[in-house]
């Protein structure tokens, strides 16, 4: 009888795991066939796009690397300062808003309820707005501009998970602190916010990921000097055809950071976002 049960249950797991296994490679389809790509021939490419790469050659990432005249190494540092601009932006002002508003009432509830509804509202809603803005005050095409846009865009987020991280933290710790004397600055920096580091690093990773991957305003307040990845690697698409193979070697080298990025900090991530989902 235990042999049966133990043998089914080995099966259940197999099946599973081929399961989760198809499941993986079909979401990650566009990601292998650009890989496949990258390390292809024009001439294959042209004749056969599907087909694996017959002459490997590494032509494709030096072209994206710089040497067809593209500044994609530009466009990389630019995604990066972005990107780090962008989640300091965010925690700076995220954790001071979200510890005012669950400990100390400023706002009420309606408060994270109009941020969270930011959220909601699709983004090209705001992209008009920010480009007369930006037009108006000077920071089109500039990573400082970026930085506010994509700060806009991922606070609310932010906002709600660092609230919910809060509603999941013993507040005596912080009323035995205030008895002593500490202030309600000294209670967020030395007490609270060190307590609420796997919600710190989720948002952070969640910021990084989501301004890394943002297309739409970067396509509408930047041209050349502050041109992310992502808008860059629509540069290999020429007036004489569309570089396939640049394009999606480009497209690699930028989705690397944020992979690895994400892989390194899953742990935390993931005790990040579970924070606050018992109580919250």
């Known amino acids: 009888m235990s042999t049966s049960f133990t043998s089914g249950r080995r099966l259940r797991r197999l099946v599973m795991t081929a399961v989760v296994a198809l499941i993986a490679v079909v979401i990650n389809l566009p990601l292998l066939n650009a890989l496949n790509v990258s390390f292809k021939t024009d001439g ?19 072209n994206a690397l710089g040497a067809a005249g593209y500044d994609f190494p530009a466009f990389f540092a630019n995604s990066t300062m972005i990107a780090c601009g962008t989640v300091v932006l965010v925690l700076l002002v995220a954790v001071p808003s979200s510890y005012a ?22 983004a090209i809603f705001f992209a008009v707005p920010f480009y007369l803005l930006f037009s108006f005050v000077g920071l089109l095409d500039t990573v400082a501009g970026l930085m506010l846009v994509n700060t806009f865009l991922n606070l609310p987020l932010a906002m709600v998970l660092l609230a919910a991280g809060l ?15 500490a202030s309600d600055y000294r209670i967020l ?4 916010t060190p307590m609420l580091a796997p919600s710190l690093v989720a948002v952070s990773v969640l910021t990084f990921l989501f301004t890394w991957a943002d297309y739409l305003f970067a396509v509408v307040v930047s041209t050349t000097r502050a041109t992310p990845v992502t808008v860059g690697a629509a540069n290999f698409v020429t007036s004489y ?3 396939w193979g640049d394009v999606s070697a480009a497209t690699l080298l930028s989705a690397l950071v944020p992979i690895v990025f994400a892989v390194a900090a899953q742990r ?3 005790s990040g976002l579970s924070m606050g989902a018992v109580k919250g």
Request: proline letters at 8%; aromatic letters at 6%.
């Open 241 to 243: 055809g569309i570089r």
């Open 189 to 192: 920096t030395s007490i609270v």
């Open 101 to 122: 508003v669950v400990r100390l009432g400023w706002g009420g509830r309606w408060v994270l309820s109009g941020v969270a509804a930011l959220r909601l509202l699709p």
């Open 44 to 62: 294959e490419i042209a004749t056969s796009p599907l087909a694996p790469a017959g002459h490997p050659t590494l032509e494709h990432f030096a």
């Open 167 to 181: 509603r999941d933290l013993p507040v005596q710790v912080e009323e035995a602190a205030a008895v002593d004397g």
């Open 268 to 270: 935390y991530l993931v």
